[in-house]
């Protein structure tokens, strides 16, 4: 299907296929770029945001609503990725696609024209609801572009855009704080966008859809309701609210009130925003089952692995991204391996298998660290992990996309990455409670009632504090994040067995656009 209206031109004239086949494969290539780019949009934004906080705070005050800076754009993309998928199918994927770009700037201006914390904090959720049509619209787009046979050759770039982001976000983030303004981490996006959106707008061309069915608006409000009380239920417990306290219980109330009615009602709709027949497919079930417990793992790895090698080794905290190389440069690798390996061969389900295997075993290795442990100990453990996530992350959407009807692409592409989402929300939220229970546990322990003082507010002390405290506080802290990253990622261990259950139960059919089909490899 890519580049349609190009194609049919080409083969009016059968005297330039060569021409033909020149011009095509470059054409997918611009799109692919642009593509990048706006994958890079979503994926840099926070890692950006999140360097230029302190500053943010500073100037506009509101600490005591710093979180929900966050939270309402993770809210806002969370809610809205299904929505946007289900909007692809209907109406075209490249009029959502730019849609989702400009709505991404506009909120990109508006935060960074804010006056105050309540204004931020709501342009954020503007910025979050462009945002989670970023991220589907590039992997539906790619779905119709490239037949899932040879998709694989591009999940090196796609995994490169993610390491390149999680690396290099802090540095551009903490560059442009410095020297331009807070204001500038927000606003250099729309150079980014902009080059996105020439490039869309003028190589990318799709057929046009126009559905006669009417957007299921309930559908859309039960599902919201459901995802909100669910990121809510795993943001604010423990932290903002005990676990068992009112508001969290009721939280739960509601969201599982409203998933029960959305499942109901989807079994009615006529055009169910999420439709329930794709789980039909044992496949796609699985791959949701895995990019869940993936989001879960990955996301609580990136979390406590600065912590631990900035608390425990001494690690600088203004190059806090590099200190994830070893477990980003060997997902990068892996992932491009595996899309080779899957492009050459068309087997593909040896990767979920090996990738459960590692991420068990990288993550039982990371839970053995302790105050003791090397960088370079610490750099091959998460070579490991990286490895194991490297089979896992591109793998788990092409299975997906495979598994479903050309119609169902966006729907496909935006609920495996809304599971993913969901993950790494549970992932925070299981991984952080425990962690922080067991370092308040060993502080107690330690440092008696100066470490109970320590960690009161928070379990997480930045390097300026930890700088502060006294040498017993500081050692006796030392051993706490050690003891809470084991626990941690000790149950990341346990909760990877899943993958590896679920990795055995995948068929492995045929993926699309192989050579069974070269009329499919020639449109492209």
């Known amino acids: 299907m890519a580049d349609t209206q190009a194609v049919a031109a080409d083969r009016k004239q059968p005297g330039q296929p060569e021409e033909s086949q020149e011009k095509q494969p470059r054409s997918v290539r611009v799109v692919l770029l642009a593509l990048m780019i706006a994958m890079m949009l979503a994926m840099l934004d926070n890692m950006i945001v999140g360097t230029a906080m302190p500053t943010i705070v500073g100037e506009l005050g509101g600490l005591e609503h710093l979180s929900w800076v966050v939270t309402g754009y993770t809210l806002a993309t969370a809610a809205a990725t299904p929505v946007w998928g289900k909007l692809g199918d209907m109406f075209g994927r490249k009029a959502t696609f730019l849609s989702s770009i400009v709505i991404f700037l506009i909120g990109s201006v508006l935060s960074g024209m804010a006056q105050d914390m309540g204004q931020l904090i709501g342009f954020r959720a503007v910025q979050g609801l462009g945002a989670g049509g970023l991220m589907v619209g590039v992997m539906a787009i790619i779905g119709d572009l490239i037949p899932p046979r040879e998709r694989g050759k591009y999940q090196g770039m796609m995994a490169g855009v993610m390491a390149l982001a999680m690396i290099g976000g802090p540095l551009v983030g903490g560059t442009i704080t410095d020297n331009w303004g807070w204001r500038w981490s927000f606003y250099i996006n729309l150079p980014l966008g902009a080059v996105a959106l020439a490039l869309v707008s003028a190589v990318l061309h799709l057929p046009k859809k126009r559905s006669k069915a009417g957007i299921d608006y309930l559908g859309v409000v039960l599902l919201t309701v459901g995802i909100t009380s669910i990121v809510l239920v795993t943001t604010w417990g423990g932290t ?27 079994t009615r709709a006529a055009e169910p925003v999420l439709p329930l027949h794709i789980f039909r497919s044992g496949n796609f079930t699985l791959m949701s089952v895995i990019g869940f417990i993936t989001g879960f793992v990955m996301f609580g790895a990136t979390l406590f692995l600065p912590l631990y090698q900035q608390a425990v080794q001494g690690a600088s905290a203004t190059n806090s991204g590099l200190l994830l190389l070893p477990m980003l440069g060997s997902m990068l690798v892996t992932s491009m391996v595996a899309g080779r390996v899957t492009t050459n061969s068309g087997r593909y389900k040896v990767f979920p298998i090996a990738g459960g295997v590692l991420m068990i075993v990288g993550l039982y290795l990371l839970s053995l660290m302790d105050t003791d442990t090397t960088r370079l100990t610490s750099g091959i453990y998460m070579a490991v992990l990286g490895a194991g996530m490297g089979c ?120 699309k656009g192989g050579p069974q089909k070269p009329e499919v490899t020639e449109a492209l």
């Open 392 to 511: 896992l992350m591109q793998i788990t959407m092409l299975v997906a996309q495979n598994s479903v009807e050309m119609k169902d692409m966006g729907v496909a592409s935006s609920s495996t990455t809304l599971f993913r989402t969901l993950g790494s929300s549970f992932g925070v939220a299981v991984m952080g409670a425990l962690f922080n229970h067991k370092v308040q546990d060993v502080m107690s322990e330690k440092a008696g009632a100066l470490g109970s003082k320590v960690t009161e507010k928070s379990a997480q002390l930045d390097a300026a504090s930890l700088a502060k405290l006294p040498v017993q506080a500081r050692e006796a802290y030392q051993h706490a994040v050690s003891a809470g990253t084991h626990s941690a990622f000790l149950l990341g261990a346990v909760i990877a067995v899943l993958v590896l259950i679920a990795a055995l139960f995948v068929k492995e059919v045929p993926l």
């Open 240 to 266: 903002e609210y005990a676990w068992t306290s009112a508001r969290i219980m009721e939280l739960i109330g509601i969201g599982v009130a409203a998933l029960v009615g959305f499942v109901f009602w989807q």
